[in-house]
């Protein structure tokens, strides 16, 4: 007969003690999931498939700054989510998760990088429900049906899934020459021109800097000192 009494007690406790190897194996299936599938149109079929520029750039194709970050980050989101899964039952785990992510893009990341809260919205509902639950819902099941030989077969073959997809970005960037990233205006440098374009919402204006024939990023940093100290260069545009 169920006990009631501990069911009410204790509803919010997982049963299942999630392993550590979990980690590994949640670093490598976000890595896959979040960082390598969602760049593959753009090397595959070029950039600004949206027609805004490319979709998706991959780590590699970062500045060292920019990429030396992401996997940092998978480490500490992929500690979080173990300690979560490991104490609550998955969805209230899950919950918690995902308010501390909204959390973490709403006041944590720099206001240039920020998504709207429309955004943020959908981004929890939509991939972080793939990026945390699927992961775990694998590795559970590997480990339900095979043990502890099926976690190590499940960590190999992300790996090496991992491995194949890294060759292949690193083979178009590095030998091909499909670079898609754009370089970072030197500090305190006047460009030639800095355009905004501007449109309905914040999502849809851009900002684009160019020095020497050259196409550059822009940053919070670098649009306040173009418009601290070199007048006449900013544009401004109204989107159609």
Not at 27 to 53: C, H, K, M, N, R
Not at 67 to 84: K, N
Not at 208 to 214: E, G, H, L, S
Request: hydrophobic residues 45%; charged residues 15%; proline residues 6%.
């Amino acid at each position: 007969m169920i006990n009631m009494k501990f069911f009410k007690k204790h509803w919010w406790k997982s049963s299942y003690k999630l392993p550590v190897s979990f980690i590994l194996f949640f670093v490598l299936a976000f890595f896959l999931i979040g960082e390598q599938l969602p760049a593959l149109p753009t090397y595959l079929f070029g950039s600004g498939l949206s027609g805004d520029g490319p979709d998706k750039l991959h780590i590699l194709d970062l500045s060292f700054p920019d990429a030396i970050h992401r996997p940092i980050a998978y480490i500490l989101i992929g500690t979080v989510i173990w300690i979560l899964f490991r104490i609550f039952t998955w969805p209230l785990a899950w919950i918690i998760g995902a308010s501390l992510w909204a959390l973490e893009q709403s006041f944590l990341t720099p206001l240039d990088q920020r998504p709207s809260i429309s955004n943020i919205l959908f981004f929890t509902f939509t991939f972080w429900i793939v990026l945390t639950l699927v992961p775990y819902f694998i590795y559970r099941a590997v480990d339900y049906k095979w043990g502890k030989k099926g976690k190590r077969n499940a960590i190999l073959i992300a790996i090496a899934i991992n491995l194949l997809l890294l060759g292949f970005f690193a083979y178009q960037i590095f030998y091909l020459h499909n670079s898609y990233s754009q370089q970072m205006l030197p500090t305190n440098t006047c460009p030639d021109r800095l355009v905004e374009e501007i449109g309905e919402t914040p999502e849809t204006s851009t900002t684009t800097v160019y020095w020497k024939n050259k196409t550059y990023q822009s940053s919070a940093e670098v649009y306040n000192f173009v418009k601290e100290n070199c007048p006449g260069v900013m544009e401004r545009i109204e989107k159609p």
